[in-house]
């Protein structure tokens, strides 16, 4: 089986977890979830103050991640150990509990700052045969009781929150199953030559924070990092004997070399829905193109080049420059920007280049200060 046959299959094992992602329909931050379910239950049960609290399992503790009228900062106890409290014995055993007159109840406080309840409705969120952690409301708004009415209602929307909940924190570990992926082609790449290992990691980081600056939302920031992580993948199918030449190229393995972004973008395209990967696509294809239409492979001009692989054409001639490569040395990090700054408008867009010189400004040229990225 030859690299590239190697590299399509996990590029099509990739497509699977895409399409996973796509009927999950779950693009949302799960914080977000949090707070949704537990101003929707809020709203319902009529309560005055509540908490959503998360069992993680593999920590052997319960982590309280959202709350309603009251700050998860002011409890007293904002983790738990598996079993403590309250909200312990409910994800323990998976049933609701009712308290009425709270206030003599003293183990209320180890979770619940309020010493004066007058009663606590604690449900789990149950999904799948799981108990994903337990929703705790505290006295009702009209300074009634909670009442076994109450407590069904409440079990009912707990476990269609549940359910929500399941759904996207499956969508979190697929996330997690993504961006590892992405990063192991990187790596598969940058494993051909010893002198380009890291390239791929960098030049994401700097086209994610130039997507940042650029106010671009996040998660077309993340999209950015995706095709910037992937811009070079085409080198894959490029021969040791011309990849790792330490003389320049002659005419004719330039022109091999240059096949490497229609070879990367052929391997992206195997991914099947393309929709999911076609800024990726573009990019490998594109990120050699140049402002004036001297690059390749299509001789695109100003903003007929798209925009991330405008972005990643800066960020990858910055790497290229300032790192030690079998025909130069590198530059220092003033004079690739002094290159940069040379060449905008001609070869790279004058914005980005820009937007990019004021990052490097910002930490003074020094790459150890440079700021990290909040992609993965």
Not at 226 to 232: E, R, S, T, V
Not at 335 to 356: N, Q, S, T
Request: hydrophobic letters at 40%; a negative charge.
């Amino acid at each position: 089986m030859t690299t590239i046959t190697k590299l399509e299959s996990k590029v099509k094992e990739l497509s699977k977890l895409l399409e996973a992602l796509k009927e999950l329909n779950a693009a949302i931050d799960l914080q977000d979830i949090y707070q949704g379910i537990l101003d929707q239950m809020v709203m319902i049960a009529e309560a005055k103050e509540a908490t959503l609290w998360v069992h993680e399992k593999e920590k052997n503790r319960i982590v309280a991640k959202a709350s309603c009228r009251v700050s998860v900062d002011s409890m007293p106890m904002p983790t738990l150990t598996t079993g403590e409290g309250i909200v312990g014995k409910v994800i323990q055993t998976g049933e609701a509990e009712l308290i009425k007159n709270a206030e003599n109840v003293i183990e209320s406080s180890a979770t619940y700052p309020c010493l004066h309840a007058k009663s606590i409705l604690t449900v789990p969120l149950h999904a799948k045969g799981q108990i994903l952690g337990a929703i705790q409301l505290v006295d009702k708004e009209n300074g009634s009781q909670f009442d076994n009415r109450d407590r069904e209602l409440a079990v009912i929307l707990a476990e269609q929150s549940a359910l929500a909940l399941h759904n996207s924190q499956m969508y979190d570990e697929l996330y997690k199953m993504l961006v590892s992926m992405i990063r192991m082609l990187a790596e598969a790449l940058d494993a051909r030559d010893p002198l380009t290992k890291g390239h791929s990691e960098r030049v994401a980081r700097y086209a994610w924070l130039i997507g940042k600056r650029m106010k671009l939302d996040a998660e077309v920031c993340f999209e950015l990092y995706q095709a910037a992580i992937l811009h070079d993948i085409g080198k894959i199918g490029i021969e040791d004997r011309i990849l790792r030449k330490t003389t320049g190229l002659n005419e004719s393995e330039y022109e091999l070399m240059k096949t490497h972004t229609e070879i990367g973008a052929r391997i992206l395209s195997a991914i099947q829905p393309n929709r999911f990967f076609q800024k990726s696509i573009d990019t490998a294809m594109f990120h050699h193109e140049r402002m004036d239409g001297s690059g390749y492979p299509k001789q695109l001009k100003g903003e007929e080049i798209p925009l991330f692989a405008r972005i990643v054409g800066v960020a990858d001639a910055f790497d290229a420059m300032t790192t030690v490569r079998t025909y130069s040395e590198g530059m220092s990090v003033r004079e690739a920007a002094a290159e940069l700054i040379r060449c905008k408008g001609r070869l790279f867009d004058p914005d980005i280049v820009d937007i990019f010189i004021e990052i490097l400004e910002n930490c003074s040229y020094d790459l150890q200060t440079f700021p990290r990225t909040g992609a993965v």
